[in-house]
């Protein structure tokens, strides 16, 4: 995540990233298959072209246009009319192997989502895959549920974390503090994996949990080999707190043992020889 002006492309520096993203788990997983799922705001020649040089899968949305309205006219026709005979929602699917728009160097396959939703109203939705699968499983089994985790973490970066409060006068300074929410919040990833046995972190968000175990009034002692937390023998919290820190000392012990010599070569080979490893 960084900051970008107002009118900056939804697509702007995706490929940039997604190069980045790809050498580092293709460095730790060489044989892990990686699906790229985006809106319909990354739907660009060069992200296509990219994805396919990199034989990587994919399913993007695409927007609306006269020529797949056409195409799809008879299968919304057909929905509607079966909808209005029984009075209740209906979907359908179809897909076109042969559509090539405008920058694209070949034709790519287009999925038509022709629905009435329960309101009675058409919602036709257009997705672009190199996937194998059925429509409907790609549509509804992967595609629909690219919104859970994105939108959870930007959820938490701004109720959480106030990632939205860039009150500085320049642009850079601002990028920056949005920098520094973006590595506490993968800190709190982290943490939150670390306690996924403890369901009072685990199945809360960070606003939660801040207000339960990190707003404490409490003495900190740092000595050579320790840091005291001194905390009221009365708070009610101090369980919680006990279990915490000891699922993440567990998991940062466990983290060190595991971490894979092969990435720490990639990540080496990504940023010029210097890694700054966390252990």
């Not at 990686?34 to 899968?57: C, H, M, N, S, W």
């Not at 287009?110 to 059925?134: H, S, Y």
């Not at 060190?256 to 252990?279: C, I, Q, S, T, Y």
Request: overall charge positive.
């Amino acid at each position: 995540m960084w900051l970008r002006s107002g009118t900056a492309h939804a697509s702007w520096g995706a490929v940039e990233t997604l190069t980045e993203i790809v050498s580092v788990l293709r460095t730790a997983w060489p044989h892990v298959e990686i699906v790229v799922r985006a809106d319909a705001g990354y739907a660009t020649p060069e992200l296509f072209t990219f994805l396919e040089q990199q034989q990587l899968k994919y399913v993007i949305g695409y927007a609306r246009n006269p020529v797949l309205e056409r195409r799809s006219q008879v299968w919304q026709n057909y929905i509607a009319a079966w909808s209005d005979l029984y009075d209740e929602p209906g979907c359908l699917f179809t897909e076109f192997s042969d559509y090539q728009s405008k920058g694209w160097e070949h034709p790519r396959r287009v999925i038509a989502k022709c629905e009435v939703t329960a309101t009675g109203g058409p919602n036709r939705r257009f997705v672009v895959t190199n996937l194998t699968d059925t429509p409907r499983e790609i549509y509804h089994g992967l595609y629909v549920k690219r919104g859970k985790y994105p939108e959870h973490g930007i959820q938490e970066l701004k109720h959480g974390l106030q990632m939205d409060r860039l009150s500085a006068h320049r642009f850079f300074a601002n990028a920056f503090t949005l920098q520094c929410h973006v590595l506490a919040y993968a800190l709190w990833v982290l943490f939150r994996e670390a306690n996924a046995e403890v369901p009072e972190i685990a199945d809360h968000q960070l606003a939660t949990v801040r207000s339960r175990l990190f707003k404490v009034g409490a003495v900190v002692t740092v000595s050579v080999r320790r840091i005291w937390f001194r905390i009221s023998e009365t708070w009610p919290g101090s369980e919680l707190f006990r279990q915490a820190s000891a699922a993440a000392s567990a998991f940062a012990a466990r983290f060190g043992r595991l971490w894979p010599d092969r990435l720490e070569e990639g990540l080496a080979a990504n940023f010029g020889g210097k890694v700054l490893l966390l252990k």
